[in-house]
């Protein structure tokens, strides 16, 4: 009998496409301010981009994630700020027609007692599933490779009671692909969502002159978890450096460190 093994794979990025399978054409992160006993809805949009008809699986998981490259996908509930009871689809599965778009909606109902301020967060996982014919015929294993899409689904309460308290985790230069890379680990101790932006002043150690200024792309950071924000300093030449590390969120709020930066040659 042959048997089959299933490589899962999860996008938690902005709209990726696929030359065939399933997409997602409204983002991967949906964001609300609410209020206690409140209703909110949303819909994700889904498309068949493949020629055959394909089978998608939709339900509720709990998310978080390290700046070590580590992702957890776990049972509701896990995450004590959870708010996948908050959270009903409409469907738990669809087929789609092949190049057949549809949409799935989803209802928010916030508790009324909420007296917790900042973010609950859970993620609504899109998962193609293919029927499994056992056959007899072949012997050995059929691998598949399974695309997930995991979309966030982000409520803030009294956002304007919490601001997020960003610490630096790690600080490190790595020459990747021929590139020096900054890599700037930064975790989101706070309780509200953020989106995030790590840049460096680079100075002369000799005599404090300022000699550039680099910035990171802006990232989301949920509450207690962290990532690794890199920044290209490629067009610094090898030396020892002076610098300050700043993170700042969408409402400037800032924070610094000063460290020293030593780029290689190798």
Not at 114 to 134: A, H, M
Not at 226 to 245: E, G, L, R
Request: neutral net charge; hydrophobic residues 35%.
């Amino acid at each position: 009998m042959t048997k089959r093994i299933f490589l899962l794979t999860f996008l938690i990025l902005p709209y990726l496409f696929l030359h065939a399978g399933i997409v997602v054409l409204n983002g991967l992160s949906h964001n609300y301010k609410v209020e206690n006993g409140q209703i909110y809805k949303g819909k994700i949009a889904l498309q068949n981009t493949g020629d055959k008809p394909q089978n998608v699986k939709i339900f509720l998981q709990d998310f978080s994630y390290q700046s070590n490259g580590s992702i957890y996908y776990t049972t509701p509930h896990t995450n004590e700020r959870t708010n996948t009871d908050w959270i009903r689809l409409n469907t738990t599965f669809l087929t789609l027609k092949a190049k057949e778009k549809t949409e799935v909606f989803y209802e928010i109902t916030v508790p009324n007692q909420l007296n917790s301020p900042g973010s609950y967060w859970s993620v609504v996982i899109v998962e193609p599933v293919d029927e499994i014919k056992p056959s007899d015929s072949k012997q050995g294993i059929n691998i598949t490779s399974v695309v997930r899409y995991a979309i966030q689904i982000i409520t803030d309460f009294d956002s304007e009671k919490v601001k997020p308290d960003l610490k630096f985790e790690n600080i490190k230069v790595e020459k990747e692909e021929g590139r020096q890379i900054l890599k700037i680990a930064i975790a989101n101790q706070g309780a509200i969502y953020c989106r995030s932006t790590a840049s460096v002043e680079i100075y002369n150690r000799k005599n404090g002159e300022k000699i550039g200024t680099f910035s990171s792309q802006a990232m989301g950071l949920l509450p207690q978890t962290s990532k690794s924000f890199p920044i290209d300093i490629s067009k610094m030449p090898p030396d020892k450096y002076t610098a300050v590390i700043i993170a700042t969120d969408e409402d400037e709020n800032a924070f610094a460190i000063n460290v020293e930066l030593e780029v290689k040659n190798d």
